[in-house]
């Protein structure tokens, strides 16, 4: 099983990104998906969650209104819309199989992610 990360970059304050996420090696219409993110320093963090039918999201309180996760299992494809960025947005962003929303301890579940697409909030 694969997931590769794509979209990161460099933004100034209150702008937009979209991130992107290719699964393969398995079938993600079969599994909740989520993102998660790592800041320089810090432990992972756990952004949105979202249902296997896509029916239900999930966000973490700082990016509720900001941010928006979406899927697409006929492409495979899980994506995380960002909006009104701030620059405490910086950070290493994962996708990750599964619901790894609390109390799931997300140090546990870094076999899931994938490598990672850098997103920096800078002016």
């Known amino acids: 099983a694969q997931l590769v990360e794509s979209g990161g970059g460099m933004v100034q304050p209150g702008g937009s990104l979209s991130l992107s996420c290719v699964a393969s090696g398995f079938t993600l219409r079969d599994y909740d998906m989520s993102w998660v993110r790592q800041a320089p320093g810090k432990g992972p963090e756990w952004v949105s969650s979202?249902?296997?039918?896509?029916?239900?999201?999930f966000y973490e309180d700082s990016v509720k209104g900001r941010f928006t996760i979406s899927r697409d299992n006929a492409k495979n494809t899980l994506y995380l819309q960002m909006n009104s960025l701030k620059p405490e947005d910086t950070a290493l962003y994962y996708c990750s199989r599964g619901d790894v929303s609390p109390p799931v301890i997300l140090s546990t579940t870094r076999q899931y992610w994938g490598q990672g697409t850098q997103v920096t909030v800078s002016s």
């Open positions: 979202i249902t296997s039918d896509g029916e239900s999201t």
